[in-house]
């Protein structure tokens, strides 16, 4: 193929390279880039080998030079580099600018949802410990009225048996359990006088 333009006079190895290739944007670019300096050259006079020229370049009789399309293929645009598909990533400043402030954004909405139910938790921790405390204050006026009413019982046992020891039968008694009576019964009127 381009076996007159190598000075060594090999061929050209990479053939199953250049078919997949050969209808890329960037090659036909080039291509036409070529022709234009073989047109160039043509206009200067210089010689020009025909089997140098590429596979879809023609020279026609007067040494002008017209691209030929190849079959099938359509004008396709050429893919953006790397820098450029960089930048359109990016989107320059502004796309910073504005992906901050999303972030921003989501941060806030996230530390008031946060603080939202933070605060709840609160409360409910609140509503517990008043519903503790309203249980305790129960289980308190429980506890007071059992001890009131074991006062009562044993007041009420105690005055049963002050009773018993002020109607006493003391027709049966020997003279110390007499004088034992006698000094019991002084208690209770005493007691009972003091209140």
């Known amino acids: 193929m381009y076996t007159g333009v190598d000075e060594e006079k090999k ?60 079959p099938g293929s359509q004008e396709r645009k050429r893919p953006m580099g790397q820098k450029q598909a960089k930048e359109a990533r990016r989107g320059g400043d502004d796309a910073c600018i504005v992906a901050l402030d999303k972030m921003w954004e989501k941060k806030e909405v996230s530390d008031w949802e ?23 204050k129960a ?9 009131s009413n074991e ?20 027709s049966s008694l020997d003279p110390m359990q007499l004088q034992w009576l006698d000094i019991m019964k002084k208690n209770i009127l005493a007691r009972h006088m003091a209140n």
């Open 151 to 170: 006062e009562k019982k044993v007041e009420a046992d105690l005055l049963k048996e002050e009773k018993e020891i002020m109607l006493a039968d003391t």
């Open 114 to 136: 946060r603080d939202k139910q933070r605060k709840e938790r609160y409360m409910a921790a609140i509503e517990v410990d008043k519903a503790a405390l309203e249980v305790q």
């Open 11 to 70: 061929s050209f190895t990479l053939m199953h390279c250049w078919k997949r290739l050969k209808d890329e944007d960037k090659w036909k670019s080039k291509m036409i880039e070529l022709a234009e300096q073989q047109k160039q050259a043509a206009k200067k006079k210089q010689k020009t080998n025909k089997e140098s020229t590429p596979s879809n370049v023609e020279a026609n009789n007067n040494d002008d030079l017209q691209e030929i399309a190849a």
């Open 139 to 147: 289980s308190l006026e429980l506890e007071k009225k059992r001890l």
